[in-house]
Each structure stands twice: as structure tokens, then as C-alpha cells.
């Protein structure tokens, strides 16, 4: 059930799935405005205009610091990101973005805490895919960090299963480094202080670019920013599905 609430309910609310229904719509009813509409909107999300600012916006105001200059705490927590496994016998796996590991590797060889913890992402359309956190700590293992020192968590599927897995790996109430991108902190952190933590946000995987010019070239549509207005809009339907659930369990 989580995995349709989470996964496949979105879809049709992000960009392309409101412009599919309101084609279907337009043509349906024989009214082309809806389908003119549809496409509208599907140009506008396309834009860096709409993108850039739609990704600033979850973003927020944070910014990005140096490992060594990151708080210590009692453990720092990687959260999933996505891998794929690329075309060949040795079926290597690969990172979708790689900058959660590899700040969750710089924090712990800057000594800003002991332990390192990565959380099993895993989704059952891709039953054969080993959990993500047994891949990178192996991947964590050949960068010198000790198995010692490092923990995974079973198979998890959405940011508040993070939460709740970790939770059963480290002391109640750890001050935790929580490594995500910067567009999902604000959730993330949200469940990590619901399951019992005390978080230090290190935010990365920044998608905005904030030195830009406007340019004619903001007004055409593209395809990397449509998928920043996507990520943006899954993410405040992600926060909004918490809120709402929150609001119906303290009643």
C-alpha cells in the first residue's frame, strides 16, 4: 500500500500526468481548450523559469559546507538515492547521482562521527537489485572506511521507513548527520526527528543553479527542467501526504 501512495498515486500529479488527463479530458468532452491547456502547462513546467524556481523553493535557504566544517555527532546517516545496473555480464552497479555517498564518505574521513549508516533502498519492481546500502558499503569498504564502522539497514522504501530502520540500529535520541538531498531535508528531517533523533542536516545534491541570468532561452522547454518541476512537485506532495497523515493521527 505504501508503495501505491508513495510511488504510483503521485504520477498523476506531477507535470505530465495532469497534462495526460487533461487532454484525454479536452478530447473526451470535445472541449480542445483543456487539451490546449494541458499542453500549456506542460511547456511552463518545461521552462527553467518555472523548473529553477520550483526547485529553489523546496530547496530553501540552506547551503552547503565543507566536511571539516560540518558538527560532529554520534553517527552520520546516508540516505538512498537510486542505483541502476548497468548493461553487461559483470552487472556493475551505478549511482543515479553519487553526491549522498560520497559526502556521507567525506564526513566520516573529516572524523565527524564514528559511525557510518547507510539505509537499504529497495522497491519490488526491481526484486533482483541487492538493497542499496549492502552496494555502498561495499563501495565504502574499497574507499578504506572499515565494515567495522559502518551499518545498513533492512529494506526500506520511502523516508519515513528510513526513519523507523534506523531507529532500530542507533541509541535512542543519537545526534545523527543526515546526509540527503537538499530539496528532501526538510521532509527527511521531519521523520528523523519524529523517530527519536537529533538531526544536523548536511544537505547536497543541490539541483538549483542560484548564479544564473535570465536568458530567451528560460521560456523554452526542456527536459532537465521539467524534471526539476517534477522532483519539486513530488516533494511538497510527499510533505503534504505526511502533514495530512500527521493531522488524522494526533486527532
Do not use: C
Not at 91 to 96: F, L, V
Not at 181 to 190: E, F, I, K, V
Not at 212 to 232: G, N
Amino acid at each position: 500500500m505504501d508503495i501505491i501512495w508513495h510511488k504510483i498515486l503521485p504520477v498523476f500529479l506531477l507535470p505530465l500526468g495532469i497534462t495526460t488527463l487533461l487532454v484525454v479530458w479536452g478530447l473526451l468532452r470535445r472541449r480542445l481548450v483543456w487539451a490546449w491547456l494541458g499542453l500549456a502547462w506542460l511547456w511552463l513546467a518545461s521552462t527553467r523559469l518555472v523548473g529553477d524556481a520550483a526547485i529553489e523553493w523546496v530547496e530553501g535557504n540552506v547551503q552547503r559546507v565543507a566536511p571539516a566544517q560540518a558538527p560532529t555527532a554520534q553517527a552520520i546517516v546516508v540516505l538512498g538515492e537510486g542505483r541502476v545496473v548497468a548493461p553487461g555480464a559483470a552487472a556493475i552497479s551505478e549511482s543515479t547521482d553519487g553526491d549522498r555517498f560520497e559526502a556521507g564518505v567525506a564526513l566520516y574521513q573529516a572524523k565527524r562521527a564514528p559511525v557510518l549508516v547507510f539505509t537499504g533502498g529497495w522497491v519490488p519492481w526491481l526484486p533482483l537489485h541487492a538493497p542499496e546500502g549492502e552496494t555502498l558499503m561495499q563501495l565504502a569498504i574499497q574507499r578504506g572506511i572499515p565494515a567495522s564502522a559502518m551499518r545498513t539497514t533492512d529494506k526500506v522504501s520511502n523516508t519515513e521507513a528510513e526513519a523507523q530502520a534506523v531507529a532500530q540500529i542507533l541509541p535512542p535520541k543519537a545526534r545523527v548527520l543526515l546526509v540527503t538531498s537538499a530539496y528532501h531535508m526538510p521532509r527527511a528531517q521531519q521523520q528523523f526527528e519524529r523517530a527519536g533523533f537529533v538531526v544536523q542536516p548536511y544537505p547536497v545534491d543541490f539541483q538549483s543553479n542560484r548564479d544564473r541570468v535570465f536568458s530567451w532561452q528560460d521560456v523554452l522547454p526542456q527536459a532537465i527542467y521539467l524534471r526539476r518541476t517534477e522532483t519539486a512537485m513530488r516533494e511538497l506532495l510527499g510533505r503534504a501526504f505526511y502533514a495530512v497523515r500527521g493531522l488524522f493521527s494526533a486527532g
